[in-house]
């Protein structure tokens, strides 16, 4: 119980000195969960202009005032996740969010930028997975009447022009809402490791997705992931931003294939005409199996996952 009460003080302790890492670690409690990133605009008697953004829904002082949840990360970094560095430069009143490690260093090295941590983790611009939406950056530079040059970088998830402001592209992806998280976005499930299956039969086929659209593509492969021999493509249907399990029952394991075998789920953007369309969202490969041709040898039919 003393332990458990000095790990809660030590969580308190960080997240009210504004610490990125403190504000993760308080997160990271929840830990397969989006956590919000909120924004804050920055208004005194001299200046306004400026923006923040946060875990933590509590303003630095007085002179920031909230505009609530912009965009939701994962407090956790998973297999399909970037880090989101964020950095300061208080002379010019900048707050900069960036997935870039070179830009990154850059900015500390070279432009006088003090690193505030990692934020959340988020995904990559590729990435643009049901329940998910992009982030754009944009800059503005203000000049005198000011006492002297400040810079503010603003994310949000419209590409609509802003006035004042200059377009620096789309930077990340990051989820909607707060949703449980898997540890991979798509895996196949059965058959399990080491498992025979026998050589022209029907085999079942079950594998975990997160989310439904797009397309699911089986594949089977004879020489250790070398190459690869389609099985099928079919819709992703399920729940939206939920972890989703999925079978298919007809795979007829070719006549004649023996020995080691492996199977890889790829779940694919589909175009508006439902066919293949650029590279796979994920993909994962199983584990080794076996192709046997005795009636007698253990075929494993088990149709769920443990």
Sequence with gaps: MKRLLLAIQLILLLTSTGSVSGQLLSASLRRDMTVPVYRFYKRTPRFEGAHMYRISPAPLDQYWQPEGIVFHV???????????YS????????????????????????????????????????????????????????TPPYYYDLQDHFYTSSSEAIPDYKFEGMRFRVWTEVVRLP??????????????????????????????????????????????????????????????????????????????????????????????????????????????TSASSPVRRTLSPL
């Design 74 to 84: 994962s407090p956790i970094q998973l297999a399909y996740t970037v880090p989101l």
């Design 183 to 292: 540890k991979s976005l798509v895996k196949v499930s059965i058959p399990k490791a080491g498992a025979a299956i026998k050589s022209g039969s029907l085999v079942s086929i079950s594998w975990t997705v997160w989310s439904s659209g797009g397309l699911i593509r089986l594949s089977f492969s004879t020489d250790n992931a070398q190459s690869w021999q389609p099985i099928t493509t079919l819709p992703n249907n399920g729940g939206y931003g939920q972890l989703n399990t999925q079978s298919y029952n007809s795979w007829k394991v070719p006549a004649g294939t023996l020995g080691t075998l492996r199977i890889k789920v790829d779940w694919l953007r589909s175009d508006s005409s439902g066919n293949p369309s650029g590279l796979p969202w994920a993909t994962h490969i199983s584990s080794p199996i076996k192709a046997v």
């Design 87 to 142: 950095l300061a430069k208080g002379s010019i009143e900048d707050y900069f969010l960036t997935t870039d490690a070179g830009e990154r260093s850059q900015c500390l090295q070279y432009l006088g930028y003090k690193d505030n941590g990692v934020i959340g983790y988020v995904l990559p611009p590729q990435m643009d997975v049901p329940g998910t939406t992009s982030i754009y950056r944009w800059v503005r530079t203000y």
